[in-house]
């Protein structure tokens, strides 16, 4: 049984961790921890404070919520960093719905949003996105036709990570292809200079195992 004073220790803490979730939560300040602790400059920093300070009965409650302000940390910053844009699993996506461009017009605003023109992982990540498509869009990727024929990715310049084409597809023309998608469709080729709209891809620092 914990004494009187260490309890009052510990519930002051613990007022101050929601001050603070609650601070992190509004600003996405990176370095809310400070409120706790000067000392504590960094996040990691945090459960051993508490180890040090709170007995046994508050770190199965205060450890769980240090991982979750991180994870609003994280969340808020990218946020912050990329709007419009969606996550899911370990890429952020936007896609562009008005916006009338070619491919290379394509290109030049993901970059202009610190992103990459879009290519898939697999089917799964294809049809989560695609979900937020238009039915009558059409839409760049960032997949094109290679000098040898093959198709490669416009980001890493390695061969594309997913090819899901659609019946009598890639189609040969005349000039270089380049990669679209339309809603409830797989890929398909289209001249270069075409104009659509886009997807573009900003790669997380986790990657898939």
């Not at 049984?1 to 613990?14: G, Q, V």
């Not at 844009?85 to 008005?98: D, P, R, S």
């Not at 049809?127 to 498509?133: E, P, R, T, V």
């Not at 000039?175 to 409830?184: I, K, L």
């Amino acid at each position: 049984m914990p004494n009187p004073s260490d309890l009052k220790c510990s519930i002051l803490k613990m007022q101050k961790l929601a001050v603070v979730l609650f601070y992190v939560i509004i600003t996405g300040c990176p370095h809310g921890f400070q409120a706790i602790s000067p000392n504590c400059t960094k996040p990691e920093r945090l459960h051993k404070e508490f180890e040090e300070s709170c007995h046994r009965f508050c770190l199965p409650i205060v450890t769980p919520l240090t991982a979750y302000v991180q994870q609003l940390q994280d969340e808020l910053k990218w946020r912050k960093k990329y709007p419009g844009f969606e996550k899911y699993g370990h890429g952020l996506f936007y896609v562009e719905q008005a916006r009338l461009v070619n491919w290379a017009g394509a290109i030049a605003a993901c970059h202009r949003k610190g992103a990459q023109l879009a290519e898939f992982e697999d089917d799964e990540e294809f049809q989560a996105i695609m979900k937020k498509s238009s039915r009558k869009g059409t839409y760049w990727l960032g997949i094109i036709e290679g000098k040898d024929g093959r198709f490669t990715s416009e980001a890493t310049k390695k061969p594309a990570r997913f090819l899901n084409w659609i019946d009598g597809e890639p189609m040969k023309l005349k000039d270089r292809a380049c990669v679209a998608t339309s809603s409830g469709q797989g890929i398909f080729t289209q001249p270069c200079q075409q104009i659509n709209n886009y997807i573009c891809r900003v790669e997380l620092p986790l990657k898939k195992k």
